[in-house]
């Protein structure tokens, strides 16, 4: 049985994504030349904001007082499972020191990035979780300075519980600028901060767009489109809990891919009616998102058995997968393509998006082919170090200088000929390339 699309995409991730290439270029070459003059020319043009930049300690404290308590406690311990969960990913690297040969050591070290800039999206939606989950990560690293920015709202700066957030998690620094001038501004190091090392964080085409540009002069996370979401269900599934979570997702965006893989026709069909029904019980933002969404980016796919369905979620290689299907156990050790994975009903996408502990800054547009999420490792560095005694470097010496002669490399084999000659004075070696 060939796979069956009782619902097609009419459009995918990037379908009619404008070109935003020159326009994020211009900005970012006017501020690199303009400096914080420049910066704030765009906060005013595009934030509708002349505040200060970098929040003062007063101006923090009083956008905590406006946290409501409940809020606090709910951050709180959204912050406490992600930085438990980053330090034991932090214990799985380690120092290492090996001796390769007699005589010949190396090893290995794992040294966080000095300054990291975390943008933190606030339009649309604020993204209290974005914070918790970049500041959080890039403080139990240990990078020492770490800078936190998110678009301000007239009238009111950066959103009171995203200041919160920031702040607790171990920002240094809060900024009230958004879009690609707060970008720029970490970058760049404007307002007296640190040139940012890494740049993290979700964010719209914009600032998608000037990571990808500022790639190699400093480092990113990943250049990150649209959210997409898969759900792997069987007959065992609950096709209202499975349509909740396919809707919950979409409303991310009008662009946002959600995927059904069921081996299912009637469990695909039952979620298929029930969908448009919970989108129209949205909130009208959420309800516009999610509608675009489910009508042209949504595909509801019927497999032969899991194993297919297995394949066809490896090569859609989603951003988050969720599996609500018999034996759970072998769906974790079959899959291999995806973000962040979601095992039973018990969880959802929700929980890892907000405050489980796993990170939500996670590979899009089949991104997950070749990379994972956010976490501390991406803001280590895994360097590498060596030693020799003199013993210890002869037979290296020797290779080195004959494979470097076959490459046509002088310069490389003469570095071993010199320590040869001087650590073994009284021996001849034949280091010619068909030695």
């Known amino acids: 049985m060939a796979r069956t699309y009782l619902k097609k995409a009419t459009l995918t991730a990037q379908s009619g994504a404008s070109d935003v290439h020159d326009i994020v270029q211009g900005i970012l070459t006017d501020i690199e030349a303009g400096g914080d003059d420049k910066a704030r020319e765009y906060a005013v043009k595009f934030d509708k904001y002349d505040g200060n930049i970098i929040l003062t300690d007063e101006e923090i404290q ?3 007082d406006r946290v409501p308590e409940k809020l606090k406690q709910d951050i709180q311990f959204a912050h406490d499972n992600v930085r438990r969960f980053a330090e034991a990913q932090k214990g799985t690297v380690k120092d290492i020191e090996f001796e390769i040969t007699p005589g010949l050591i190396a090893g290995q070290k794992a040294i966080p990035v000095d300054a990291a800039g975390c943008y933190v999206p606030g339009g649309r939606y604020s993204h209290i979780a974005s914070a918790i989950m970049t500041v959080t990560t890039a403080k139990v690293a240990g990078c020492s300075h770490i800078t936190a920015t998110s678009p301000p709202r007239p009238g009111l700066g950066v959103a009171p519980a995203i200041v919160y957030a ?35 964080g979700p964010g719209n085409q914009f600032v998608a767009e000037a990571k990808r540009i500022l790639f190699g002069r400093v480092g990113i996370d990943m250049i990150a489109g649209p959210t997409d979401s ?24 009008y662009n946002s ?104 800054v996670l590979p899009t547009s089949g991104a997950a082919g070749y990379t994972g999420g956010l976490s501390v490792h991406k803001y280590m560095k895994i360097v590498t170090w060596q030693r020799s005694t003199r013993d210890g470097s002869k037979r290296v010496a020797e290779a080195t200088a004959r494979i470097s002669r076959l490459e046509g490399m002088e310069g490389h084999a003469r570095a071993a000929d010199v320590r040869l000659a001087k650590y073994f004075p009284n021996e001849t070696f034949d280091l010619t390339a068909d030695g």
């Open 62 to 64: 009083a956008a905590c």
């Open 257 to 360: 891919p959600v995927w059904l893989v069921t081996d299912d026709v009637a469990l695909a069909k039952d979620v298929m009616a029930r969908v448009p029904v919970l989108i129209d019980d949205l909130p009208e933002l959420n309800r516009e998102n999610a509608f675009a969404a489910w009508r042209d980016y949504a595909e509801v796919i019927v497999c032969k058995d899991r194993e297919d369905m297995a394949a066809c979620s490896d090569e859609y290689a989603p951003e988050h997968l969720t599996v609500q299907a018999e034996d759970l156990d072998w769906w974790l050790g079959r899959l291999s393509c995806y973000g962040s994975l979601f095992l039973g009903e018990e969880t959802t996408v929700s929980y890892g998006d907000k405050a489980s502990g796993t990170n939500h």
């Open 166 to 200: 920031a702040h607790i998690c171990g920002a240094h620094k809060i900024m009230a600028l958004g879009g690609v001038q707060g970008v720029a501004a970490m970058t760049f190091g404007l307002f007296g901060l640190p040139k940012a090392n890494i740049l993290v």
């Open 230 to 253: 898969l759900v792997l269900a069987d007959k065992t599934a609950d096709p209202h809990i499975v349509a909740t979570d396919l809707v919950s997702q979409a409303e991310h965006g």
